[in-house]
């Protein structure tokens, strides 16, 4: 099976640097995304990591390490419209076509003035 | 407008009976998974259909089904509902079955009381 696990809440403030973390256990691994999602909404797609490093992409960046199951969202110079949950999620692939990824339970970022 | 329609976007049922959640993909997009979310569980791979075809299953239960029709819209039939299964229903949809390009619809939101 696969397990992920990232902090439920977090609280930054206004114009600072937050950091989620997500830490993975799967096989036949096969990218891991970051999804942004505000409460009742869509999840919208924020970046995409298949190998190892840093991938950025304005103030937001994404790293993974396939050898330690662990990735982090990086957000810069926060605004208060990043008030919002950020999913992790890993895509395997079993070899059987299955392309649906599985989401953490998401972190719930709290922006205060 | 993501160009993924979901419909009906808010559902109230009683409990033991059946309802059909439409979902028409992104204009080109060939695959389209379905996910619930409640409260407690985060986001759930469903199913995945893929220009007709199922392709992957993930956590469905027996008293949920689904298919894609040749127009490429999908419909998820759940039936003997329960008051567990008040959730958030997307539905994605993917040009090619990659979840990279994955474009998440607004969701029906499903009440059973």
């Known amino acids: 099976g696969q397990n992920i696990d990232q902090p439920t809440e977090m609280t930054a403030t206004e114009g600072a640097i937050v950091q989620i973390n997500c830490t993975y256990q799967?096989?036949?691994?096969?990218?891991l995304f970051w999804y942004q999602q505000h409460a009742g909404e869509a999840p919208t797609f924020l970046s995409y990591?298949?190998?190892?490093g840093l991938e950025e992409k304005g103030r937001f960046s994404s790293f993974l390490s396939r050898s330690k199951g662990y990735s982090y969202l990086l957000l810069k110079e926060l605004q208060m419209k990043d008030s919002a949950s950020y999913l992790c999620?890993?895509?395997?692939?079993?070899?059987?076509?299955?392309?649906?990824?599985?989401f953490g339970k998401g972190t719930h970022l709290i922006i205060q003035p | 407008d993501s160009g993924v329609t979901q419909t009906p976007k808010h559902l109230i049922t009683a409990t033991g009976q059946r309802v059909t959640l439409r979902c028409s993909p992104r204009?080109?997009?060939?695959?389209v998974y379905w996910y619930q979310q409640s409260l407690d569980q985060g986001l759930q791979f469903l199913i995945q259909?893929?220009?007709?075809?199922?392709?992957a299953k993930g956590n469905i239960l027996e008293r949920f089904s689904a298919q894609q029709f040749p127009d490429l819209h999908s419909e998820l039939n759940l039936s003997s509902l329960e008051l567990g299964d008040s959730a958030l229903y997307f539905c994605?949809?993917?040009?090619?079955?990659?979840?990279?390009?994955?474009?998440f619809g607004s969701g029906t939101r499903l009440t059973v009381v």
């Open positions: 994605a949809s993917s040009v090619d079955g990659h979840p990279y390009g994955y474009t």
């Open positions: 799967t096989s036949g691994f096969n990218g």
């Open positions: 990591n298949v190998l190892d």
């Open positions: 999620a890993v895509r395997s692939y079993s070899g059987g076509g299955a392309d649906g990824l599985t």
């Open positions: 204009s080109g997009d060939l695959s």
């Open positions: 259909y893929y220009n007709g075809e199922e392709r």
